[in-house]
């Protein structure tokens, strides 16, 4: 209800606006617009009306509250693209099918619903094996790395540039590889004793594409690559977002996409169907240097909490991303020539002091390609510490096999020796002509 001095107003306008129409013919759009702008509600109603009558706040509200339904259907169909991006159509179809009634006829949802259910229809199932390649620490700075000191050498034979990696991406996204979760391989039996049993599944992938898995071992960032060209340690950007930060040779901290895993991201949002069903890579850690470049592990250390915070939000991050992880061991040595109790040792060391702050891991990268054989007390052991993937090396093949209880599979390193020397063995994912960085150091 209007009073006082508002119901004067009004009353006084009101009896203006009547003169006026008598004696000037006044059109009712002119006179609303000259009451609105005396009023102070210019745009506030309908027609520029003095007060909302009932019915235009009906008609509003009413109207608000399709707009709001309209906002949600379109980012309903946001989110069912994203998905159908990366060839999950089936969860495309479930976002499209929540969608409420009165939308499900629009021509926008029905023509989504053809399209991914035709595209689904495309799917085959996989059952050959699955290549899975793996990287060191990237070098970011070659001109620092390749300096010509004693560790030339090492890095020009074991590691690969930034600017190298990312050409094999372009080159593997060109050639049809599409990465996929190393779990999606295998399906899950309950036992009548309450055991768990493996079987190996047939993903359904697009027909043109070959699915592929990749990993980086030891995201440890180890002192001794200080200044010579690599990131220092992960961080999460202001965004939220896992990068990498870099010193460089002037000691200007940067933060961007200077290792493997922030490529791999930045890459797969500019190709998101390089990831079948937002897959990604997996991480390798080692345990004595911590993890993802902090000293988690150094008791004496002034930031030890903070650094341990610091790797826990990192690991979720990478984890909600698609980012599986696994152990390298404890202390990056050959398992297979430790006694048992020295495994015993070195497992619940890397479980204690890695995976309490990573979460959960159930891949075990051999150091070396080591592995101790798939029966006997220390498999028996890895086994009881939640390991279900093994991982060896084998640089000429791939090789899956999947048992009850493990699967064992076979990597290959891309390093700079292999690009080189095995080149025969490579050139099915990518061109090493196209990739191998001409001006690396001689190999002798």
Known sequence: MIKGTMRKRLLGCALLAAAALALTGCSRETLNAQLAESLGTTGMYANNEPVESPK???ERELQEIQDAKEAEMEKSLEEAKAQADVYDYEKALKILGAIEEEFQQDERVVQAKIDYQQKLSKMVAYDGDIPHLYFQTLIADPDLA??????????NWSMMTTEEFQKILEELYKNGYVLIDIHEVI???KNDDGTISYYRTTPMIPE???PLIISQDAVVYYDYLEGDGFAKRLVLDENGDVKALYVDANGAEQVGDYDLIPILETFIEEHPDFSLRNARGIVGLTGYAGAFGYRINNLESETLAED???VTAIAERLRESGWSFASNSYAYSSLAEMTYDELVTDTDRWLEEIGAYVGEADVLFYPYGDDVGFSGDSFEYLLESGFRFFCGVWSTADYIDV???YIHETRRSID???IYYNWDNISQFFDPAEVLDPDRPAWG
């Open 56 to 58: 235009m706040k009906a």
């Open 146 to 155: 390749f300096d010509g000191d004693s560790m030339t050498s090492t890095y």
């Open 187 to 189: 399906g899950e039996t």
């Open 208 to 210: 043109d594409k070959t």
């Open 308 to 310: 341990r915070e610091s």
């Open 403 to 405: 048992q009850a209880n």
């Open 416 to 418: 700079g020796y292999t």
